[in-house]
Nanobody, 124 residues
């Protein structure tokens, strides 16, 4: 099982970017999914989260600007980032609680997985 993130890059202040993160492999289920971000010398912080039935939560700093969504059929989570600010510059990581499928008789064991990180830079 792995998470593959994409969609980072350079944007101007006030611009938009959309991140995607897809889970792949042998999977029983994908439960909560989320986006975190981290800048050098700081702890990774939660940006937004979404449950498998669509309930969302956001960091105060991104409320009204970022939107998290998911496609359960594709095991994919998205982060639409609008009205970007220089302070949004960071490496963004996706996270998901996934129950891998190890074959007939395997136990249901959800566990957290992390994507590889994608750089978002907001600068004029």
């Amino acid at each position: 099982v792995q998470l593959q993130a994409s969609g980072g890059g350079l944007a101007q202040p006030g611009g938009s970017l959309r991140l995607s993160c897809a889970a792949s492999g042998d999977i029983f289920s994908v439960n909560d999914m989320a986006w975190y971000r981290q800048t050098p010398g700081t702890q990774r912080e939660l940006v937004a989260g979404i449950t498998n039935d669509g309930h969302t939560n956001y960091a105060d700093s991104v409320k009204g600007r970022f939107t998290i969504s998911r496609d359960n059929a594709k095991f994919t989570v998205y982060l639409q980032m609008d009205s970007l600010e220089p302070e949004d510059t960071a490496v963004y990581y996706c996270n998901a609680v996934i129950a891998p499928y190890y074959g007939p008789g395997s136990k249901y064991r959800p566990q957290p997985f992390w994507g590889q990180g994608t750089q978002v830079t907001v600068s004029s």
